[in-house]
Every structure is written in structure tokens, then in C-alpha cells.
């Protein structure tokens, strides 16, 4: 298949943003070109953001890379302190039969249950949140947590959707971190904000 002849356009887009600024500027002063300049402007603005948005997915990137290679223990570690920081008391499960449960939280008398899945790229399948499901049911828990530093695959989602089951994938994962983060505690997982 012949490949596609990129625009001008498209091409000033991936350039870093102050290209178009500085031919803006060139187009205004040495041919008055006001509409050209307007065009060239708005590219160097579209193309800022494409920067901006790329700069921020590459840090969570670093960051989600960095929880990966943390030893399980150090990322269930994290995410109860995480916990502990929003006002749960957190009872950390270590080996045993824990039904895969990592930490149990507890808050205002009612009981959550949370398991931490370090997985690279792999989405987390429905058939974990169904064994959690289970295990929420067996134990009377108020509600889940199933917590992962990839996405969760849409039957998965589905499967939650009406069930006291929340998932807090990647993105998600990354917010309740950034309360760790910011708190200036030493950082577990080698990116400082």
C-alpha cells in the first residue's frame, strides 16, 4: 500500500510550537499576511497542546512503569498508604489463603475489600472481579476495590457495573497515588511530582 503524502499542515503540527510562532512572525512582518499569521498561530497553539498532552503521557507512563517493578509487597504498601491517607483503617493480608483480598479497609463500621494487581499491559480479565465478587459476598463486605496498574477488559467493566465492585485502573490509580506523592513522603516508585 502507497503511503500517504503528508500536508504542510500536518507537518507544522508535529513541529515543536514555536516554528509556527516564528513563522507567524515572519509572515506578519515581511508580507503582512494577518490571515496566514492567524493560521500559523492557532498551528503553533494545536501544536503546544499535542506537546503538553504528549509530556503528561509520558510521565504517567514512568510512573506506572515504575509501580511495576516495585515487589508486590511495596505496591500493596503504597496503595494502603494511599488509603490510609483518605481515612480508612487498613489491615494489610500477608500470604495465606486471603482469596486473593490484599488489604481490608475499614471506615465509618463498614468493611472494603481491596486486591492489588501489578500487571504490565495485560488488562485485568472479568474472571478476577468475579472471584472478588465472590469473596465480597462470602466475607459480607460493604464493597470492593480491585486495584491495577493496566485497564480492565470491558466485560470486566460490565461485570461491576451495579455490583458494589469499584475498579480503579491506571488513570485512576495515578490520582489516588498523587495524594501519596504530594504529601512529602519519599517516593516509593522513583518519580517525584
Known sequence: ??????????????????????????????????????????????SGLRALVNSRMRQQQAVLDSLCRLSWKQFEDLVGEAYRRQGYAVKEILGGTDDGVDLILTRNGETTLVQCKRWRGLPVPVGIARLLYGVLMDRKAAAAKLVATSQFTPEAIGFAKGRPIELIDAEALLELLTHVRSSGTPSAFGVRS
Not at 512572525?25 to 503553533?44: D, E, K, P
Open 1 to 46: 500500500m502507497a503511503q500517504r503524502k503528508s500536508s504542510i499542515i500536518e507537518n507544522l503540527i508535529l513541529c515543536p510550537w514555536w516554528v509556527s510562532l516564528a513563522l507567524a512572525m515572519f509572515s506578519y512582518g515581511a508580507f503582512h499576511a494577518s490571515v496566514i499569521s492567524l493560521c500559523l498561530l492557532c498551528l503553533a497553539t494545536f
